[in-house]
């Protein structure tokens, strides 16, 4: 049994002080909630503020990147010990803004992945097609390139993948079930060839305009196992409407 998963990705959103008034009023919320796990990745700088409210609580911190390298002289980047050292448990791997905004390549994607998971930390590895390559149906050659490059030489195990269409972000044009499910479906096979059996253990989230309206038909397909969220994430009632998508 794949135990659903909601993960809120907040990109770069709230002040440490709107990371506390958010968590005060959703953490009780979700205090004994045990049928589906909650992540939630604030920005690097409320990390540990969030880490202290969050440390009795059923939900696990991540944060939304992380550089491959241990220390050293890398300006402005966040290393896995540091990510653990502040109180998180997993991280955000391969975000489409981080592919497409910031440049980073399949290679520098599969190094943060190994860097992680050497760590310990829970990884969201994040991949989609852009709405030219739907349009050209390249949909499952892309798919199939990240997941092979991105995870290439990392074992199945604390990885779950996040199919966010690069259309459907931030746009409102969620992807309909039935498409999300060919390919979370098509993801499956292709971590099926990779790791066998233990595929069906994998956890595959849809992400990209998920809303408290849309989330129960993406979870009733068999191959969705949870939803990363970033706008319906940024207010305790709509994240709490999210997390308890079966009531
Ligand atoms: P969205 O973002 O829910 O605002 O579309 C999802 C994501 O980018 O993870």
């Not at 993960?7 to 953490?27: C, G, S, V, Y």
């Not at 290679?107 to 349009?135: D, P, Q, S, T, W």
């Not at 990392?154 to 966010?164: Q, R």
């Amino acid at each position: 049994m794949r135990k659903p998963l909601i993960a809120a990705n907040w990109k770069m959103n709230k002040t440490i002080a709107e990371t506390q008034a958010f968590l005060d009023a959703f953490l009780p919320v979700v205090a004994d909630v045990s049928d589906v796990e909650v992540i939630i990745a604030p920005p690097f700088t409320s990390l540990t503020a969030a880490a202290e409210k969050m440390k009795s609580s059923p939900a696990k911190l991540s944060a939304q990147n992380v550089f491959h390298e241990e220390k050293g002289a890398f300006t402005g980047e966040v290393s896995a010990a540091m990510l653990i050292d502040a109180g998180c448990e997993a991280v955000i791997i391969g975000h489409s803004e981080r592919r497409h905004i910031l440049k980073e390549t399949d290679e520098a994607i599969n190094k943060k992945i190994k860097a992680a998971r050497a760590h310990g930390l829970e990884v969201i590895f994040c991949v989609g097609e852009l709405l030219a390559e739907r349009e050209a149906g390249k949909t499952n050659e892309v798919l199939r390139t990240q997941i092979t490059a991105g995870l290439a030489g990392i074992p199945a195990e604390g990885i779950v993948v996040a199919y966010e269409p690069v259309w459907a972000i931030g746009t409102g044009k969620t992807a309909s079930p039935e498409t999300a499910q060919e390919a979370h479906a098509f993801i499956r096979s292709l971590l099926a060839e990779k790791y066998g059996n233990a595929a069906q253990q994998l956890r595959i989230l849809y992400g990209g305009s998920v809303t408290p309206e849309n989330i129960a038909g993406l979870m009733a397909c068999p191959d969705i196992d949870g939803a990363l969220v970033g706008g319906a994430s940024l207010k305790p009632e709509s994240f709490m409407q999210l997390v308890q998508f079966k009531r």
